[in-house]
């Protein structure tokens, strides 16, 4: 399942992905998560780039937690997910957590670039904002 897959909302206002420099992410695609290690600003990159809320460094992860409304049927409902990203050199992951829909989810194929040593960063960038 495509990282951006998991949500769809308007993008927070005044941040820069431009700005990050860290990409954490499946290898081989855009689907992953770009960070500004200096203020903790976190997006969300696939099909589109999408801000999130600022990830908090707890140890050698960081944690994102997001809340909105989603669209189910003719109804909506609230949506509440973690995203936690250990960043290390040795081994990368991402899981996203969704008490409502399964719990833990973790992703695999899971790469770390850093965003000063190729163009990985601005390929994803290349994608529309969400």
Do not use: Y
């Not at 937690?65 to 609230?78: K, N």
Request: with cysteine; hydrophobic share 40%; net charge negative.
């Amino acid at each position: 399942m495509a990282l951006s897959a998991f949500l769809m909302s308007p993008q927070i206002a005044g941040a820069e992905p431009a700005n990050a420099d860290l990409w954490i992410g499946v290898g081989g695609t855009r689907d992953g998560f770009l960070l500004d290690t200096g203020t903790g600003e976190l997006w969300m990159t696939g099909i589109c780039v999408k801000s999130l809320p600022d990830a908090l460094q707890e140890g050698g992860f960081w944690r994102s937690d997001l809340q909105e409304m989603v669209s189910v049927g003719r109804g909506r409902t609230l949506l509440q997910q973690s995203f936690l990203l250990d960043s290390s050199d040795a081994a990368p992951s991402i899981v996203v957590d969704n008490p409502d829909r399964g719990g833990e989810q973790a992703i695999p194929g899971v790469v770390r670039i850093d965003c000063a040593a190729g163009d990985h960063c601005q390929r994803v960038l290349d994608a529309p904002t969400c």
